[in-house]
């Protein structure tokens, strides 16, 4: 399509729509319009990819994840379909701007944060890949909550991101599957003499399937998103007459990750997580029942893999179909099941491993019950005989009345891997050591990756422009590339040339901020962000004190030769999750104070922006000149907001932790500023018991003070939540280590104010980050899924 035909068939389309000229049009209409014609350029690659995966009788994957973060879609599909340019230009002869357009488009509020994002940067580079694969969610009505703040305190709201449609998405009645909860199941004889199970007194909830194009770049390959919603079956309405009735079916895929610090909110969630888990295998069943294949080629044909325990169900639910409605044996069931599912774990964190209560699931679903303790009782049956019975009851599925749900997912799949170097690493010695001695042949690494044409080309074009001029556009197909920058280090016009980008980003920010928030920010400042979901572990805290310091610093000493800093955070909490909603307040309550205290404001700044999200990010992460990622070592899985950032020039000051350690090893150490424990010297701490916090504060100036600015009314309004926190870190110990790494960090911090100065250093290390960050391409980290897990075949196009 030429700007000319474009610009033609807009106007038509719209008038056929509408029944006025466009130019009468809201942004909203224009949009519509805009994102039908793309549509109808989507789906002639979607029936195609279609046709040539059921021709072909390919094997392909289905991703199961709890969350989904795509962001703004308009820009991407136009990216990967090769019109970003023509409509941009089309839409200027029409006197209309395209970003205008864009951001009339709702950002989908379908996930929450790191683990949202990387399934979707998966979706992307499974499909620009030309990999046959697939996405299963939920599509949540409200996603996770819209974050406001009110007196500094996090209040969260529906984000009623459906109250115009989602644009891309095709609702496909005809693929729906009934999902039954509740009741009795009694397992049966038949005339052949098989069990089979007869179930009572059931609810059965309509799954309907939404579909969304996932669009690889510039390819022609399409594949799906499959998002389920939950509605009352057809020609039941009159068994759900009471109103409480048709809430509770609505409830399922209303909300993200409900509130589960209750009874009510756990079941919902165990609820939403069968719902999909079934739906999705079901779904795939009927595909492959179609194929017209033997049931011992479904893992030839079929991989489904599993972001996070989340879809754990999955593994119960393909062997009751198997075994119930397909009248496999066991045997047959179990290996198929194995050879087919595939594990991500995403934490080391004991406490984050779902555990469910027996008799919730055996109450909510008899039958997977049943099969969970049948494949609980044959891994004892197996695994005592050769390990002992010490090491298999560590590794049961079920005990002390609680289903666990990770050690399902390994004993039910053929590969777990985690997603860093590090985070595999202690996950094998450590974590799941036990399951590393009975199954070491099942894990491996993938790191994780971001998709690179949204974090680069959309999110951050004038870098991109000159990355185009300096090295060319292989880039775009072939991350890898961006190494040729390395060769431009000593090029000043290069150099200058970075910094005048970053510059234009950071006033774009500024703008922002100045419009929504009333600041001011100085330009030539440090941009010092941080970035993710708030968790203790994550250590905003942390960044929080050293804040708190440098205040304090500045009120003693006003003249100090600091360099301005402007310190940017992005954070929802958990709405059950207190302690992070305190530092949530705290960290607002400082910047209130620094702001607006004209001794001080000069030479630090602090922007908290409301109801974080893709969107926002796209903005924020071009304009940062640091990357705080100060999480304790061994606790972060990977991170992908390090990737982001990096990308697009920030450096990096961090901790040994997740990907950090692999960053750190591409960019060299001179281009990376580490601080505080590793995490064999956090191990230490924990294995001897010796760590005293209330030692440090006795003992180290800086902590003194700084602990003691929060009970001392040093930050108004915030008596409450200073006790909380100083409480934390010295009456309870400091759970995750803020007080021993303080020192370094902020000696550090003084180290990265000293290499600010030096403009040309600086900017050399930017170029460093850039040019090290092909290797963290989801591109990359998605190939080596299909050759090493998954076992698929890439379509690759003639180009």
Same mark, same amino acid.
């Given at each position: ?86 409509? +941009? ?195 795939? /069943? ?15 044909? %079929? ?36 050879? #087919? ?18 008799? *919730? ?43 666990? *749900? ?40 993938? #790191? ?104 304090? #610093? ?91 950032? *990096? ?14 350690? +692999? %960053? ?82 902020? *000696?550090?911090?003084?180290? /990265? ?6 403009? +040309?250093?600086? #900017? ?36």
């Amino acid at each position: 399509m030429n700007i000319e035909q474009f610009v033609t068939l807009y106007k038509k389309r719209f008038i056929d729509v509408y029944a006025y000229d466009y130019t009468q049009g809201s942004n909203v209409e224009q949009l519509y319009i805009l994102s039908d014609i793309v549509k109808s350029i989507i789906n002639e690659n979607w029936v195609k990819t279609n046709q040539r995966y059921e021709k072909n009788k390919q094997k392909q994957v289905y991703y199961f994840s709890m969350e989904f973060l795509p962001g703004r879609m308009l820009k991407n599909n136009l990216l990967n379909l090769g019109l970003l340019k023509t409509v +941009e230009k089309g839409l200027q002869d029409l006197n209309l701007n395209l970003d205008d357009l864009a951001k009339a488009e709702v950002d989908p509020a379908l996930g929450n944060g790191g683990l949202g994002r990387l399934a979707s940067c998966f979706m992307d580079s499974i499909a620009s890949t030309g990999s046959p694969g697939h996405g299963c969610g939920i599509r949540y009505r409200y996603g996770l909550f819209k974050q406001k703040f009110v007196d500094g305190y996090q209040v969260e709201l529906p984000e009623n991101w459906l109250r115009n449609g989602n644009l891309w998405e095709v609702r496909k009645e005809n693929k729906s599957v009934i999902v039954r909860f509740g009741g009795r199941v009694n397992l049966v004889p038949n005339h052949q003499g098989q069990l089979e199970p007869q179930y009572e007194d059931t609810l059965n909830i309509l799954a309907v399937p939404y579909d969304v194009a996932q669009v690889g770049y510039q390819n022609g390959v399409v594949n799906n998103l499959r998002l389920w919603s939950a509605e009352i079956p057809y020609g039941e309405e009159e068994h759900f007459n009471l109103e409480k009735e048709r809430e509770e079916i609505k409830k399922i895929t209303e909300v993200l990750y409900p509130d589960d610090s209750n009874y009510d909110g756990q079941l919902l969630r165990l609820k939403q997580e069968y719902f999909f888990s079934s739906a999705g295998v079901q779904s795939i /069943v009927r595909y492959f029942k179609h194929l017209n294949l033997p049931w011992r080629a479904f893992p030839d044909k %079929i991989a489904i893999h599993i972001n996070d325990t989340h879809p754990t169900l999955c593994i119960p639910e393909l062997m009751r179909i198997l075994l119930d409605e397909e009248h496999l044996s066991w045997e047959q069931a179990w290996e198929i099941t194995k050879n #087919t599912i595939s594990y991500t774990n995403h934490t080391i964190l004991q406490e984050a491993m779902e555990r469910w209560s027996c008799d *919730m699931v055996e109450t909510l679903l008899p039958r997977i019950y049943q099969i969970i303790l049948e494949i609980n009782r044959r891994h004892f049956e197996k695994k005592t005989a050769i390990y002992g019975i010490e090491l298999t009851t560590r590794t049961a599925i079920v005990l002390d009345g609680q289903i666990k *749900m990770a050690n399902l997912a390994i004993i039910g799949s053929h590969s777990v891997n985690g997603v860093a170097k590090l985070h595999t690493d202690i996950l094998k010695n450590a974590t799941l050591k036990d399951f590393y001695e009975m199954y070491p042949w099942k894990f491996n690494n993938k #790191t994780n990756g971001i998709t690179q044409r949204r974090w680069l080309q959309l999110a951050n074009p004038d870098l991109t422009e000159l990355l185009d001029k300096t090295i060319g556009t292989q880039w775009h197909f072939n991350h890898t590339e961006l190494k040729l920058l390395k060769a431009y280090q000593d090029d000043n016009d290069v150099l200058y040339a970075l910094q005048d980008v970053k510059r234009l980003n950071k006033e774009r920010f500024a703008k922002y901020v100045l419009e929504e928030k009333g600041i001011e920010l100085p330009i030539d400042a440090i941009f010092d962000v941080q970035i993710k979901r708030l968790h203790a572990y994550k250590r905003q805290l942390l960044n929080a004190l050293h804040i708190l310091l440098r205040y304090l #610093t500045i009120k003693e000493n006003p003249n100090i030769d600091y360099v301005p800093r402007v310190f940017i955070f992005g954070a929802k909490a958990a709405p059950s999750y207190t302690y992070a909603k305190s530092i949530i307040k705290f960290i607002n309550a400082l910047a209130d104070l620094v702001n607006n205290d004209i001794d001080v404001n000069h030479l630090l700044k602090i922007v908290f922006v409301e109801n974080y999200g893709v969107s926002l990010a796209e903005l924020i992460i071009p304009a940062a000149d640091l990357s705080e990622q100060i999480s304790l070592a061994g606790k972060e899985a990977s991170g992908t907001s390090n990737m982001k950032l *990096m990308l697009n020039g920030a450096v990096t000051i961090g901790t040994l932790d997740g990907a950090n350690v +692999e %960053i750190r090893d591409y960019v060299g150490a001179e281009n990376f500023f580490t601080f505080g424990m590793s995490n064999r010297e956090v191990e230490a701490f924990y294995e001897n018991g010796s760590y005293n916090a209330r030692h440090i504060y006795e003992t180290n100036p800086k902590v003194h003070r700084v602990l003691n600015a929060l009970l001392d009314g040093t930050v108004p309004h915030t008596a409450h939540e200073g006790q909380e926190i100083f409480d934390s870190l010295v009456t309870y110990n400091d759970e995750y280590f803020v007080l021993q790494d303080f020192e370094s960090y902020v *000696m550090t911090q003084e180290e /990265v104010d000293r290499a600010y100065k030096d403009k +040309e250093r600086w #900017t050399r290390m930017s170029l460093q980050n850039v040019a090290n960050a092909g290797p963290f391409s989801s591109d990359y980290t998605i190939l080596r899924y299909v050759d090493e897990i998954w076992n698929l075949k890439p379509y690759k196009r003639q180009r």
